[in-house]
């Protein structure tokens, strides 16, 4: 992690010409935003079909001398990360990844007005086109970061958006977007896909296609992230934790974005 870190900040308290690299900055010179929803069990919307989430006070201050919950959630519950194993036998646990699978540059796709006129949308190669038109090359290695506005509904039944028969609609990557993403690198060794959704893929795919493809190639997913209106399109960094279970499909998550203060000097690593 620390080789990461040095790779994409200069250390120390100094300012960018003090780093002496054009484009690089110091760590001051980043900011921190929270990406992770609050886990609360009167709040968090769980997935169909998963363990409730709850929280049991176990010990108070004034009868026991300390206070401690008991947690029983799922390794998907609220804003999480998944790892490759998830849904395939032969791919890394949580516990396997490398520091680095989780600290990677991140870019946002706004999708906000397309998903707000269509539940289902799919986002398009041709939208990624269009956003490196705007912004420039999506960096390799990076977590590219879908920001549907559905975070908006979080806490609510309006963030399942079930249908009268019972089938969920909630916006995602179409799967040739994600093998575009693949097949020309920007994805790399490692990398991600983010949403503040419940999956990466529209909720109508009830195969996970676009999971499936995404863990086969050894990345992970960032799922029902929150604050992405404070996420800048690119120059960020994504930072994930939480706990790593042994034989982990993921975890429930701290993610944390270093962001830079000043828009107009981003680092230009990866790009």
Known sequence: MATA???MIAAGSGSAGAAGRPGQLALCDYR?????HVNDPDRTNVYPGDPAFTLTTVTTVPEHGF???YVEQGEHTGTHWGAPAHFNDDQPYADELDAEDLFLPAVKVDVRAQAAANADYEVTVADLQRWEQRHGRIPNEAAVVLWTGWEARWGTPAFFNFDAAGQMHQPGFSLEAVQWLVNTGRLGRRGALGTDTFSPEPATDVEYRVSKLLYREHRI????LANLAQLPEQGAHILVGGTVNRRGSG?????YAFVPKVTGRLPREGR
């Open 32 to 36: 921190l935003v929270n990406l992770a």
């Open 5 to 7: 870190v040095g790779g």
């Open 251 to 255: 975890s429930p998550a701290s993610i």
């Open 67 to 69: 206070y401690l919950q």
């Open 221 to 224: 997913s960032l799922e029902i």
